[in-house]
Protein backbone atom coordinates (compact mmCIF):
# COMPACT_ATOMS: atom_id res chain seq x y z
CA UNK A 1 0.00 0.00 0.00
CA UNK A 2 1.76 3.47 -1.28
CA UNK A 3 0.97 6.19 0.76
CA UNK A 4 1.85 9.53 -0.11
CA UNK A 5 3.47 12.53 1.59
CA UNK A 6 2.17 15.66 1.48
CA UNK A 7 4.05 18.27 0.30
CA UNK A 8 6.34 20.38 2.78
CA UNK A 9 5.07 23.65 3.27
CA UNK A 10 6.47 26.68 2.64
CA UNK A 11 8.54 28.43 5.53
CA UNK A 12 7.03 32.26 6.15
CA UNK A 13 10.08 33.95 8.15
CA UNK A 14 8.71 36.66 10.71
CA UNK A 15 10.55 39.83 11.01
CA UNK A 16 8.94 41.26 14.01
CA UNK A 17 8.87 44.85 14.46
CA UNK A 18 9.45 45.70 11.16
CA UNK A 19 11.93 48.40 9.68
CA UNK A 20 14.06 49.99 12.43
CA UNK A 21 11.79 52.87 13.47
CA UNK A 22 14.59 55.14 14.40
CA UNK A 23 16.32 54.41 11.00
CA UNK A 24 13.65 55.58 9.04
CA UNK A 25 12.98 59.05 11.13
CA UNK A 26 16.68 59.84 11.03
CA UNK A 27 16.57 59.21 7.13
CA UNK A 28 13.56 61.50 6.42
CA UNK A 29 15.59 64.44 8.63
CA UNK A 30 18.38 64.19 7.14
CA UNK A 31 16.93 64.32 3.39
CA UNK A 32 15.00 66.99 4.42
CA UNK A 33 18.03 68.91 6.18
CA UNK A 34 20.06 67.95 2.85
CA UNK A 35 17.56 69.75 0.79
CA UNK A 36 17.71 72.39 2.59
CA UNK A 37 21.24 73.27 3.30
CA UNK A 38 21.93 72.13 -0.13
CA UNK A 39 19.55 74.97 -1.67
CA UNK A 40 21.00 77.70 0.61
CA UNK A 41 24.34 76.81 -0.18
CA UNK A 42 23.56 76.31 -3.92
CA UNK A 43 21.75 79.76 -4.18
CA UNK A 44 23.62 81.49 -1.29
CA UNK A 45 20.31 82.51 0.34
CA UNK A 46 16.92 81.08 1.81
CA UNK A 47 14.02 79.45 0.07
CA UNK A 48 11.47 83.01 -0.11
CA UNK A 49 9.14 83.36 2.46
CA UNK A 50 5.90 83.67 1.33
CA UNK A 51 5.37 87.07 2.82
CA UNK A 52 7.94 88.42 0.49
CA UNK A 53 7.42 90.81 -2.34
CA UNK A 54 6.43 89.23 -5.53
CA UNK A 55 9.61 90.65 -7.39
CA UNK A 56 11.85 89.26 -4.85
CA UNK A 57 10.19 85.49 -4.82
CA UNK A 58 10.05 85.35 -8.95
CA UNK A 59 13.60 86.88 -8.89
CA UNK A 60 14.56 83.87 -7.01
CA UNK A 61 13.28 81.43 -8.94
CA UNK A 62 14.49 82.43 -12.11
CA UNK A 63 18.25 83.12 -10.51
CA UNK A 64 18.31 79.68 -8.99
CA UNK A 65 16.71 76.94 -10.42
CA UNK A 66 19.55 74.41 -9.60
CA UNK A 67 18.86 74.91 -5.89
CA UNK A 68 14.90 75.10 -6.05
CA UNK A 69 15.38 71.27 -8.53
CA UNK A 70 17.16 70.35 -5.07
CA UNK A 71 14.87 71.47 -2.41
CA UNK A 72 11.73 69.65 -4.72
CA UNK A 73 13.91 66.38 -4.65
CA UNK A 74 15.37 65.92 -1.33
CA UNK A 75 11.80 67.37 0.20
CA UNK A 76 10.20 64.58 -1.89
CA UNK A 77 12.64 61.73 -0.79
CA UNK A 78 12.39 63.01 2.83
CA UNK A 79 8.21 61.87 2.39
CA UNK A 80 8.99 58.64 1.47
CA UNK A 81 10.78 57.03 4.99
CA UNK A 82 8.22 59.43 6.80
CA UNK A 83 5.33 57.27 5.22
CA UNK A 84 7.09 53.40 6.07
CA UNK A 85 7.88 54.87 9.62
CA UNK A 86 3.84 55.77 10.04
CA UNK A 87 2.78 52.84 8.51
CA UNK A 88 5.48 50.25 10.50
CA UNK A 89 4.82 52.46 14.08
CA UNK A 90 1.34 51.71 13.66
CA UNK A 91 1.65 48.24 12.95
CA UNK A 92 4.10 47.91 15.62
CA UNK A 93 1.64 49.40 18.22
CA UNK A 94 -1.05 46.26 17.28
CA UNK A 95 1.60 43.75 17.68
CA UNK A 96 2.23 45.09 20.96
CA UNK A 97 -1.62 44.90 21.89
CA UNK A 98 -2.76 48.32 21.29
CA UNK A 99 -6.62 48.33 20.12
CA UNK A 100 -7.12 51.92 20.76
CA UNK A 101 -7.74 54.44 17.80
CA UNK A 102 -4.07 55.89 18.38
CA UNK A 103 -2.53 53.43 15.63
CA UNK A 104 -4.99 54.06 13.38
CA UNK A 105 -4.30 57.81 14.14
CA UNK A 106 -1.17 57.34 13.83
CA UNK A 107 -1.30 55.79 10.42
CA UNK A 108 -3.50 58.75 9.13
CA UNK A 109 -1.45 61.55 10.19
CA UNK A 110 1.85 59.81 9.18
CA UNK A 111 0.55 59.05 5.80
CA UNK A 112 -1.42 63.18 5.10
CA UNK A 113 2.18 63.92 6.49
CA UNK A 114 3.70 62.33 4.25
CA UNK A 115 1.48 63.23 1.08
CA UNK A 116 1.33 66.29 1.74
CA UNK A 117 5.23 66.97 2.04
CA UNK A 118 5.61 65.10 -1.23
CA UNK A 119 3.59 67.40 -2.90
CA UNK A 120 5.25 70.54 -1.91
CA UNK A 121 8.46 68.86 -3.45
CA UNK A 122 6.68 68.03 -6.45
CA UNK A 123 5.21 71.72 -6.58
CA UNK A 124 8.74 73.14 -5.64
CA UNK A 125 10.72 71.12 -8.47
CA UNK A 126 8.07 72.46 -10.71
CA UNK A 127 8.73 75.86 -10.05
CA UNK A 128 12.24 75.91 -11.40
CA UNK A 129 10.95 74.64 -15.02
CA UNK A 130 11.13 77.29 -17.85
CA UNK A 131 7.77 76.89 -19.01
CA UNK A 132 5.93 78.10 -15.45
CA UNK A 133 9.07 80.70 -14.65
CA UNK A 134 7.98 82.67 -17.74
CA UNK A 135 4.20 83.31 -15.58
CA UNK A 136 5.06 85.40 -13.04
CA UNK A 137 1.02 84.67 -11.63
CA UNK A 138 2.20 81.17 -12.01
CA UNK A 139 5.02 81.37 -10.10
CA UNK A 140 2.94 83.09 -7.49
CA UNK A 141 0.32 80.56 -6.98
CA UNK A 142 2.76 78.08 -6.85
CA UNK A 143 4.69 79.18 -4.50
CA UNK A 144 2.04 79.85 -2.06
CA UNK A 145 0.77 76.32 -2.91
CA UNK A 146 4.34 74.61 -1.84
CA UNK A 147 4.38 76.38 1.19
CA UNK A 148 0.85 75.66 2.32
CA UNK A 149 1.11 71.88 1.29
CA UNK A 150 4.30 71.53 2.67
CA UNK A 151 4.21 73.85 6.20
CA UNK A 152 0.79 73.53 7.60
CA UNK A 153 -0.76 70.95 5.13
CA UNK A 154 2.44 68.81 6.05
CA UNK A 155 3.04 69.67 10.06
CA UNK A 156 -0.71 69.13 11.07
CA UNK A 157 -1.00 65.89 10.51
CA UNK A 158 2.49 65.16 11.71
CA UNK A 159 1.32 66.34 14.82
CA UNK A 160 -1.79 63.56 14.29
CA UNK A 161 1.35 60.88 14.24
CA UNK A 162 3.14 61.85 16.89
CA UNK A 163 -0.13 61.93 19.21
CA UNK A 164 -1.16 58.85 17.50
CA UNK A 165 2.02 57.17 19.41
CA UNK A 166 2.46 58.96 22.26
CA UNK A 167 -0.63 58.64 23.73
CA UNK A 168 -1.62 54.95 23.39
CA UNK A 169 2.07 53.88 23.71
CA UNK A 170 1.90 56.10 27.77
CA UNK A 171 -1.25 53.82 28.48
CA UNK A 172 0.20 50.80 27.23
CA UNK A 173 3.65 51.69 29.21
CA UNK A 174 5.38 51.66 25.80
CA UNK A 175 7.27 54.68 26.24
CA UNK A 176 8.58 56.44 29.70
CA UNK A 177 6.25 59.54 30.79
CA UNK A 178 8.00 62.06 29.98
CA UNK A 179 8.68 61.30 26.91
CA UNK A 180 4.95 60.53 26.04
CA UNK A 181 4.36 64.06 27.40
CA UNK A 182 6.97 66.18 25.47
CA UNK A 183 5.43 64.53 22.40
CA UNK A 184 1.72 65.88 23.25
CA UNK A 185 3.05 69.28 23.82
CA UNK A 186 5.13 68.58 19.98
CA UNK A 187 1.76 67.61 19.10
CA UNK A 188 -0.23 70.81 20.18
CA UNK A 189 2.46 72.87 18.73
CA UNK A 190 2.27 71.02 15.29
CA UNK A 191 -1.87 71.26 14.96
CA UNK A 192 -1.75 75.17 16.52
CA UNK A 193 0.85 75.58 13.69
CA UNK A 194 -2.72 75.69 11.33
CA UNK A 195 -2.60 79.65 12.25
CA UNK A 196 0.11 80.17 10.21
CA UNK A 197 -2.51 80.22 7.42
CA UNK A 198 -4.20 82.97 9.00
CA UNK A 199 -1.30 84.89 11.16
CA UNK A 200 2.44 85.69 9.40
CA UNK A 201 3.15 85.32 12.71
CA UNK A 202 2.50 82.06 13.74
CA UNK A 203 4.79 80.62 10.69
CA UNK A 204 7.71 80.33 13.48
CA UNK A 205 5.47 77.21 15.05
CA UNK A 206 6.08 75.01 11.66
CA UNK A 207 9.52 74.02 12.36
CA UNK A 208 9.41 73.91 15.61
CA UNK A 209 6.41 71.40 15.57
CA UNK A 210 8.47 69.93 12.50
CA UNK A 211 12.24 69.60 13.56
CA UNK A 212 11.26 68.97 17.57
CA UNK A 213 9.12 66.22 16.37
CA UNK A 214 11.96 64.49 13.99
CA UNK A 215 13.90 64.49 17.29
CA UNK A 216 11.07 62.93 18.91
CA UNK A 217 10.00 60.20 16.68
CA UNK A 218 14.00 58.79 16.36
CA UNK A 219 13.68 58.50 20.63
CA UNK A 220 10.75 56.93 20.24
CA UNK A 221 11.56 54.52 17.52
CA UNK A 222 14.59 53.74 19.49
CA UNK A 223 12.53 53.24 23.12
CA UNK A 224 9.55 51.65 21.56
CA UNK A 225 9.60 47.55 22.25
CA UNK A 226 9.40 45.03 19.75
CA UNK A 227 8.12 42.60 21.73
CA UNK A 228 5.71 43.06 24.83
CA UNK A 229 6.71 41.32 28.37
CA UNK A 230 4.33 39.75 30.68
CA UNK A 231 2.75 42.11 32.68
CA UNK A 232 -0.19 44.97 31.69
CA UNK A 233 -2.78 44.33 29.37
CA UNK A 234 -3.47 45.91 25.83
CA UNK A 235 -4.45 49.33 25.94
Known amino acids: MYTTQAPPRPVHRRFP ?29 TFPSPTGTGASILAYFRDHPDAVTASGFFQFAAAVPLAIYAATASSRLRTLGIRAPGATIALAGGVLAAAFLALSGLVTWTLARPAVLASPPLVSALHDLAF ?88
Request: proline share 9%.
Open 148 to 235: AAGGPGSVVPFGLLIAGLAVPAAFGALLPRWLAGTGLLIALAAEFSALSLLVNGAAYLLPVARFAGLAWLITAGVLLPKTRAAGPGPA
Open 17 to 45: GGPPLAGLAATATVLFLTGLIASTAMAGT
